[in-house]
C-alpha cells in the first residue's frame, strides 16, 4: 500500500527531489520480516531527510508571492506612485477584466464578500419578514447579512456528498412568504443550479450565489451550456479575502450580474447611495475595493486558471490515495461542475477526525474544521427556533468533516507526507 502512496501523483510535478527519491526507496523497501529496531533506525533516517521539506501550511502565500514578486511589486508602486488609493484607475481596469473572465454584463467590487452579499440584497428591496433560504452548511456571512437586514432566514440540509445546499430541501421549504435562494458553492465546486434555476423559475424567486469559494468554477446545464459560477443567477457574489483562490493582500469583494438597472442600483449603494457626486439617490454604505487591492488582483487574476489547475493536481493525488481508505470518504466531484478546490475536505468515520487532527499536528501537519457547529446552535441564532437535532446532516458533516492543506504551491514532497501520515494514523489503530 506505501508503494500507492507515492505513485499517486505521477502528473503533479516532475522528479522528485533528493529527499522524496530516498523518502521512496527506503519505505518501499520496508518488509514485514524487518526487524522493530530497524524500523526505528529507518524512522529517524527519514525525519532528518525530511527536515529539507519547506513547512506546510494550509495556505501557503508566502511562496505565491516569492513567485509573483515582480509583477506585484510593481503594481503596487505604480499605485502609491499615483497617490489614487480611492477609485484609482486600476480599480475600473480590474472590473473590466473581472468582467470578461467571469463572462457577464457588470462586475461591481466592493470591500469584502459579507458587502458584496449585503448590497446585493439591499438591491432587490427585500423587506423584513421575506424569506431567504440558504444553507445550514457555510460561513457566517451567508446568514448574517440576511438577518442585519431584518429578512426571516430559513435554514436548509446540504447535499451529505457535495457539501452544498440541497435542491430537495430547498423545495420543502419554499413558502408564498418565500424571496430568494442563497446557494453557497462550498469548497470550490458549484451547487445544483440546474435544479435550484428550476424552482426559481418555477416560484418567481431571486437566486444570489454566494461565490465567495468558487471563483473560477464552472457549471454545464443539463442542455449542454456553461457558466461560470456567480454569473448564473439574479446576482453573483465572491470575497477577494486572502487564502481565496482569487485573493488579495487584504479584504476585497466583488458582484456580478447581467442586469443593467440593478448594476446601476448596486453600484449606487456600494458608494454611499451616490450615482452623482453628492447626489444621493439611494440608502447606500462605504464598500469601496481599494486601489492597491485592484492593483494586486489585476495580477493575479492573469493566474487564477493556472492556480486552480495546480488546486485540482493536488486533489487528485489525495484522491487517488485515499480512496480506497475504508475510514474516509473523498469528496464527491459532481459531473456538471468543475472543482477548484478552495478546500480539500474529507469525512472522518467512525468518531476519529479530533484523533487524527491532533495526529497531524504532532507531525507538523496544519488541518483545519470547516465548520465545526451548525449555524442553527450558534447563540446568535437560538432565536430562529430551530432545536438542536433538527438538521441531522449538517450536524453529522460537523463531527467529521476535515479539510487537508490545500494550494497551488504544494509540493510533491509536502504531499507524499500528509499522504503517508494520514494513512498511517489509521493503519495504526
Known sequence: MLHGVF??????????TRSNTVFYSVLNSVKLSVTQWLKKIIIFVLSIILQEMRDIQMVDLNVQYAKLSTEIDVSIKS????????KGPEV???EDELQKYMGCDHVISCANGTDALQIALMALKLKSGD???????????????????????VLVEPD????????????KAITPRTKAIVPVHLFGQCADMDGIMKLAKEYGLYIIEDTAQATGAEYTFSDGTSKKAGTIGTIGTTSFFPS????????????FTNDETLAGKMRSISNHGMKERYHYNDIGVNSRLDTIQAAILLVKLKHLDSFNSARRKAADCYDNAFAKCQEIIIPERTGNSSHIFHQYTLRVKNGKRDDLRKYL??????????????????EAYRSLGYGDN??????GLCREVLSLPMHPDLEQDQLDHIIYNVLNFFEKR
Do not use: W
Request: glycine share 8%; hydrophobic share 40%.
Open 131 to 153: 424569506e431567504v433560504i440558504t444553507t445550514n452548511f457555510t460561513f457566517i456571512a451567508t446568514v448574517e447579512v440576511v438577518a442585519l437586514l431584518g429578512m426571516k432566514l
Open 244 to 255: 481565496k483562490n482569487l485573493g488579495c493582500y487584504g479584504d476585497g469583494g466583488a458582484i
Open 160 to 171: 451529505p456528498h457535495t457539501y452544498n445546499i440541497s435542491v430537495e430541501a430547498i423545495r
Open 361 to 378: 499536528e504532532s507531525v507538523k501537519i496544519p488541518s483545519m474544521i470547516y465548520y465545526p457547529g451548525p449555524l442553527h446552535t450558534q
Open 79 to 86: 499605485v502609491l506612485s499615483s497617490a489614487a488609493f480611492i
Open 7 to 16: 505513485t499517486a501523483c505521477p502528473d503533479l510535478s516532475g522528479e522528485l
Open 390 to 395: 433538527d438538521f441531522p446532516i449538517t450536524s
Open 92 to 94: 475600473k481596469k480590474f
